[in-house]
């Protein structure tokens, strides 16, 4: 699988768009123009030989998921976990309090 998010120019023949759709690119159209936009804003990345075909793209900011923790408490004692089947089994076997939070970490 191909790291398209390596901040090179990276050719294109057409397919399915190969970056996560909310990741910023550059596009470099068959007309000669060029566009910064975010990946969702190029509805077709098909190779028709049009003057709107996208032939070359650059990933010039990825996007990252949020990082997701669960957090149970016993008595006023925080404990984080990776995965929320992870919070929930300790919570019943500790016996402690589940509380319902979810954080989420977003890196700009």
């Not at 123009?33 to 190779?47: E, G, I, K, Q, T």
């Not at 793209?57 to 990825?62: D, L, N, W």
Request: charged share 20%; hydrophobic share 35%; aromatic share 10%.
């Amino acid at each position: 699988m191909t790291d398209y998010n390596n901040g090179q120019v990276h050719g294109w023949n057409g397919g399915e768009c190969p970056v996560h759709t909310k990741s910023e690119i550059t596009v470099w159209l068959r007309s000669g123009s060029r566009h910064d936009l975010p990946a969702h804003h190029c509805a077709v990345w098909d190779n028709n030989g049009c003057a709107s075909d996208i032939i070359a793209f650059q990933v010039t900011k990825p996007y990252v998921e949020p990082k997701t923790i669960w957090v149970n408490f016993s008595g006023d004692i925080p404990a984080a976990y990776q995965t929320e089947d992870g919070a929930r089994y300790c919570a019943a076997v500790l016996d402690s309090t589940r509380i319902a939070v979810k954080f989420i970490e977003v890196k700009e």
